[in-house]
T-cell receptor, first 111, second 114 residues
């Protein structure tokens, strides 16, 4: 079946460095994508979203890039902080009211 | 109020028990979702309610029975569960059922079946 996946299951960065988390999706019909952050024992927290008519969207310290040609999504976190340590999920809307999650990347920030 | 509230936070139940998970939102959202999440795995969609009607059932076993009494409340009734059903159960809501707007998640109910 079609699914959303991530290239890297774990990512370790030094505090202050930039982080890049990648996601590959396979459903060409998907028109909306979200990045979520999930801390231990908590529910997913919205970070940023992007629609398929855009290539890039910026938030506070975060940027999402969408490459529809190769069905790739990335989340860039600038000046990564210890509080950014969490599991990051991309999610896609393939239509029909569903929101489907990818496998997740665990980000670890070393002080 | 941008919260999705889930109760209880933790639940331990036996395989012959009947229990219910509750979810509440007061954001006027018309779509509500149940997800199941196992450790180190992504949330898996179980059910979607659209305008208080069940619109998606992802082939979930009948021992899980969802209910949407009104636009603010979502329940998940549990009966005759198995130990493998132990997981974090997440509720979410979004403005519209189209799936193309942000979904807000609750903190989840940590369920242990013994």
């Amino acid at each position: 079946g079609e699914s959303v996946g991530l290239h890297l299951p774990t990512l370790s960065v030094q505090e202050g460095d930039n982080s890049i988390i990648n996601c590959a999706y396979s459903n060409s019909a998907s028109d909306y994508f979200i990045w979520y952050k999930q801390e231990s024992g908590k529910g997913p927290q919205f970070i940023i979203d992007i629609r398929s008519n855009m290539d890039k969207r910026q938030g506070q310290r975060v940027t999402v890039l969408l490459n529809k040609t190769v069905k790739h999504l990335s989340l860039q976190i600038a000046a990564t902080q210890p509080g950014d340590s969490a599991v990051y999920f991309c999610a896609e809307n393939p239509g029909g009211g569903k929101l489907i999650f990818g496998q997740g990347t665990e980000l670890s920030v070393k002080p | 109020d941008t919260e999705v509230t889930q109760t209880p936070k933790h639940l331990v139940m036996g395989m012959t028990n009947k229990k219910s998970l509750k979810c509440e939102q007061h954001m006027g959202h018309r779509a509500m979702y149940w997800y199941k999440q196992k450790a180190k795995k992504p949330p898996e969609l179980m059910f979607v309610y659209s305008y208080e009607k069940l619109s998606i059932n992802e082939s979930v076993p009948s021992r899980f029975s969802p209910e949407c009494p009104n636009s603010s409340l979502l329940n998940l009734h549990l009966h005759a569960l198995q130990p493998e059903d132990s997981a974090l159960y997440l509720c979410a809501s979004s403005i519209t059922p189209a799936g193309n707007t942000e979904a807000f998640f609750g903190q989840g109910t940590r369920l242990t079946v013994v």
